[in-house]
């Protein structure tokens, strides 16, 4: 019987792979992808061995673990993990699975343990994972094998990333290029002001394709529109508007350059992710005239940041593929952080951070610091629900790209099938 099941599995999964070969094979160029990659069972799970399991995902931010004993959860498709800070000041990735008979070791979202126990038998591991004590367990029992266990973990100024990979790719090129970026941040030096969690009704690379486009923001996303560039782009921005980005670019880059801060994005439209490291990628950006924000009416909503001299710096962005992207003004930073749900479901949290020693209430209120990016995230979401739903159509083709609208939306794709071919 199992060499029975064994031979059904095998040729199943010859069969899926055999159609997304094939599909990748039909695919034309600057189109998007057929409806079969957005909501098919098989090629969710081809996803999630070949992309989430095997790359680099953003988890949080190390201020959400300052102390030895601070833990959150996470979950990346059935797998449950904790983030937490060991005694000797470490961050790891711990399996969230006690290692006697499988139960789930802690349920909570966040908190503080001392130790993490079990609540099935009551066996304890100590914040690094290993197995302390196994009440019950007969005479000569050796504990020292059956420790928690762990992911890769690296930090990266103030933000964690986990590998659920045997041998996770070279971190350090990321290191390189994002590190230098987001260290005027100070994101080490934040505090969680506030986050929100959503479950969107959406694939996740639906949720990518609409982030790496602002064609649709002129009519979907008034408070974005009226503090960025990036719905115009080189050929058909108005004079008024070249200028005034010119006027941006001019009066800031001596400062900004002075500080480590100059513009590395020029050209309106979303800045794409670098040729030869296409799953990390930052840049820093000029607002709209009158902003030093991203909030609603373009002002301070918090103190300054990290290391910024002054609140004329802009905004820095950064990606990683699959499941981050963070737009940081000088007072306030947002994260949105990516997780499968299934194949027409993803699990998002967006998170803001301020300084450390910002209180609320005092010197920020969460009514003028939230709204910008929770109105135009679910914005997007809606879009992405409407997306998902025509994919899923049976009259549903692939459509055409705008060559000066959707590059990037064509360069995600085309990262996303060199990941799973």
């Known amino acids: 019987m199992d ?16 159609w997304i070969a094939e599909a990748i094979d039909r695919r034309v160029p600057n189109h998007s992808l057929e409806g079969g990659f957005y909501h098919r069972d098989d090629v969710y799970r081809h996803d999630v061995e070949r992309i989430w399991r095997r790359g680099w995902l953003f988890a949080g931010h190390t201020c959400e673990v300052a102390r030895p004993g601070d833990f959150f959860a996470l979950e990346v498709d059935g797998d449950p993990l ?35 126990v079990c609540p099935y038998h009551q066996w304890s591991y100590g914040r690094d994972g290993k197995l302390l004590t196994a009440r019950g367990m007969h005479q000569g029992f050796d504990r020292s094998p059956y420790g928690l266990a762990a992911a890769h973990l690296r930090e990266l ?31 080490e030096r934040a505090r969680v002001a506030h986050a929100i969690d959503y479950e969107v009704a959406g694939n996740w690379k639906l949720v990518w394709e609409n982030n790496r486009e602002c064609y649709h923001c002129d009519v979907n996303h008034p408070e974005y529109i009226r503090a960025n560039f990036d719905r115009y782009n ?15 670019i001019r009066g800031s880059d001596a400062r900004w350059r002075d500080a480590d801060l100059a513009v590395n994005h020029r050209n309106t439209g979303m800045a794409p992710f670098p040729a030869g490291a296409t799953w990390y990628s930052a840049n820093r950006t000029p607002l709209a005239p009158g902003y030093v924000s991203e909030s609603l009416d373009g002002r301070r909503v918090a103190p300054l940041m990290g290391s910024y001299p002054d609140a004329g710096v802009g905004t820095l962005r ?90 990037n939306v064509e360069a995600f794709l085309r990262w996303y099938l060199a990941q799973v071919e």
């Open 157 to 187: 100024e103030g933000l964690i990333y986990i590998s659920l990979a045997d041998e996770p790719p070279d971190f350090e090129p990321a290191r390189r290029l994002l590190g230098p970026a987001a260290r005027p941040q100070g994101l």
């Open 234 to 248: 080189a050929e058909d921005t108005p004079p008024r508007v070249r200028s005034e980005m010119e006027s941006a």
């Open 318 to 407: 950064l990606r990683t593929l699959p499941n981050f992207w963070n737009h940081s003004s000088c007072d306030h930073a947002v994260s949105t952080r990516l997780l499968p749900g299934g194949p027409q479901r993803t699990h998002v949290r967006v998170t803001w951070l301020v300084h450390e020693e910002a209180e609320e209430g005092k010197d920020y209120q969460l009514e003028t610091l939230l709204p910008f990016w929770q109105r135009t995230s679910e914005q997007d979401w809606a879009l992405v629900k409407h997306a998902q739903r025509g994919v899923n159509a049976r009259a549903y083709r692939p459509g055409p790209f705008s060559a000066t609208k959707e590059y």
């Open 3 to 18: 060499q029975i099941l064994n031979r059904m599995t095998a040729s199943q999964t010859s069969a899926h792979d055999s």
């Open 82 to 116: 904790l983030i937490i800070r060991g005694d000797d000041g470490a961050v790891r990735a711990l399996s969230n699975v006690c290692r006697h008979r499988g139960s789930l070791l802690c349920d909570a979202e966040r908190g503080h343990a001392g130790r993490i």
